[in-house]
């Protein structure tokens, strides 16, 4: 249910490595998103680490948004990484676009994630108005999943009816950005993406042991 963002700076001075949060949280989570701050960073070879660390699936969100064989390439050496899932934005589009992405990361064995509205204002002014196209891409593609904002639950309630069970909707949002723990999942989404609420705080294995327990009251109430 839960998915850490390990985006630096990590502790509230940027005081701890990102190897030990993930020691201290791996209990609490299905996986890690790593994004381009701490690849940046700390190189590609910190993909492996942290699974070795953890045991857990590596998500990695470059947001990739470039024409089909571009962001193949990428894919390839995120592969060698180590990386098990990849986000892409689905706006690129079906034509020379994510379809290509989507053909290599079968073959090579490694997830797709499709961004389909974001959590930020200003997903309103031109990604929220393609909402359900970008749902039914990913549908078609038969992706992974998709990202869906748990700053705007309704977008996750819509996005469960059309994927039903064929997609897993992950949501970022929690914490930091304003949407409680829990409220996502009760919403229909499977994974709660939480960062900057856990990995800057200055108790990181007691933040996310906390979330995840209000994730599951939370699941308790509203799924019965
Ligand atoms: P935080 O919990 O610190 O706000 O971090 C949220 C994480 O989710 C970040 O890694 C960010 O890149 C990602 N994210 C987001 O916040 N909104 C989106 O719409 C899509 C994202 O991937």
């Known amino acids: 249910m839960l998915v850490i963002a390990l985006d630096p700076p990590f502790g509230p001075s940027g005081e701890y490595s990102g190897l030990k949060i993930v020691e201290e949280t791996s209990a609490y989570a299905v996986s890690y998103k790593v994004g381009l701050p701490l690849v940046l960073e700390s190189g590609p070879e910190v993909i492996r680490a942290i699974k070795e660390t953890s045991g857990k699936r590596v998500i990695v969100d470059f947001k990739l948004a470039d024409i089909g064989d571009i962001m193949v390439r990428v894919l390839r050496k995120l592969a060698e990484s180590g990386a098990n899932a990849v986000i892409a934005h689905g706006f690129v589009g079906v034509g020379d676009g994510v379809e290509k992405l989507v053909e290599?990361?079968?073959?090579?064995?490694?997830?797709?994630?499709?961004?389909?509205?974001?959590?930020?204002?200003?997903?309103?002014?031109?990604?929220?108005?393609?909402?359900?196209?970008?749902?039914?891409?990913?549908?078609?593609?038969?992706?992974?999943?998709?990202?869906?904002?748990?700053?705007?639950?309704?977008?996750?309630?819509?996005?469960?009816?059309?994927?039903?069970?064929?997609?897993?909707?992950?949501?970022?949002?929690?914490?930091?950005?304003?949407?409680?723990?829990?409220?996502?999942?009760?919403?229909?989404?499977?994974?709660?993406?939480?960062?900057?609420?856990?990995?800057?705080?200055?108790?990181?294995?007691?933040?996310?042991?906390?979330?995840?327990?209000?994730?599951?009251?939370s699941v308790r109430t509203c799924r019965g």
């Open 104 to 217: 290599e990361a079968r073959m090579l064995g490694v997830d797709v994630i499709l961004v389909t509205a974001m959590s930020h204002r200003g997903s309103r002014k031109y990604l929220d108005k393609h909402f359900e196209e970008l749902l039914a891409d990913a549908l078609e593609l038969g992706v992974h999943g998709v990202v869906v904002p748990a700053t705007r639950p309704w977008l996750i309630e819509r996005a469960r009816k059309a994927v039903k069970d064929e997609l897993k909707i992950y949501a970022p949002g929690v914490g930091v950005q304003g949407a409680e723990p829990g409220s996502a999942l009760c919403a229909g989404a499977d994974y709660e993406i939480v960062g900057r609420y856990i990995v800057r705080s200055p108790d990181p294995g007691k933040i996310a042991r906390e979330v995840y327990e209000a994730q599951l009251r």
